[in-house]
């Protein structure tokens, strides 16, 4: 999406910040809480004291300075910090972090630009906004030809062969792919490595931009 975008010179947007919850897709490395993602943000949002106050506190802040803005956010994989849809208590999709769920409402409420927030388990805490300010898409399979793509759009080096091999290991689901988007093991063995090589856009050439690209490892 970055990428994209920025080919077309961010094209109505303000103000850009992605961050990753988790970390090449493993349960060890995934975040169980929203405090780092809401301090950096913050931060980039000109708050002059991300420390203060508690976590719904800090997460309406965020809410408000991102709206002065008409800012494209993109959060990817809140899973972690979601009770499972087969939660036995009843809370199946819900957020357990307050500093998150502060966020998402306030922003569903209002919000100048878009928020994109990618999971695997329905987001209880906005179902009442589906049908309004926060539509819920759901991915399907994606075909072999339309994952081929996928993954070479994230600049994995690999034969069709390969990359087939990890579409099909992956379940054809959008989302183990694209979180594979570093390296993909092949039934070969051979792990599929991302180019290096980008073309990267100077964002001080665009005046009023600022962006910021966080992923948590």
């Known amino acids: ?27 060890e490395s995934r975040q169980s809480s929203s405090d780092l993602f809401i301090n950096r943000a913050l931060t980039f949002f000109g708050d002059p004291d991300p420390n203060e106050g508690g976590p719904w506190e800090r997460g309406e802040r ?16 809140i899973e972690p ?13 819900w957020l357990k972090d307050d500093g998150l769920a502060a966020l998402l409402q306030g922003l569903a409420v209002d919000n100048p ?5 990618t999971t695997r388990e329905p987001l209880a805490n ?38 087939k091999a990890t579409w099909e290991e ?16 092949s039934r070969s063995g051979r792990k599929l490595q991302r180019s290096e090589a980008r073309q990267m856009t100077d964002s001080s050439l665009i005046p009023g931009l600022r962006l910021s690209h966080e992923k948590q490892r």
């Not at 010179?9 to 897709?25: A, C, I, K, L």
């Not at 002065?68 to 959060?75: A, F, G, P, S, Y």
């Open 126 to 163: 906005l179902q009442v906004y589906h049908n309004s300010t926060a539509p819920e898409r759901k991915l399907g399979r994606l075909p072999c030809e339309a994952a081929i793509d996928l993954l070479r759009h994230l600049e994995l080096d690999g034969s069709d062969d390969e990359l």
């Open 81 to 93: 910090l979601q009770y499972a849809e087969v939660d036995p208590s009843g809370q199946g999709g």
């Open 113 to 117: 630009g878009l928020c994109v927030v």
């Open 62 to 77: 965020l809410a408000r300075l991102i709206r002065k803005h008409r800012t494209l956010l993109v959060l990817d994989g």
């Open 1 to 27: 999406m970055q990428q994209r975008l920025a080919a077309q010179n961010w094209p109505g947007v303000e103000r850009y910040f992605d961050w990753s919850f988790y970390s090449q897709g493993t349960g």
């Open 170 to 185: 992956t379940g054809g689901h959008a989302l183990p792919d694209n979180s594979e988007r570093t390296s993909c093991p």
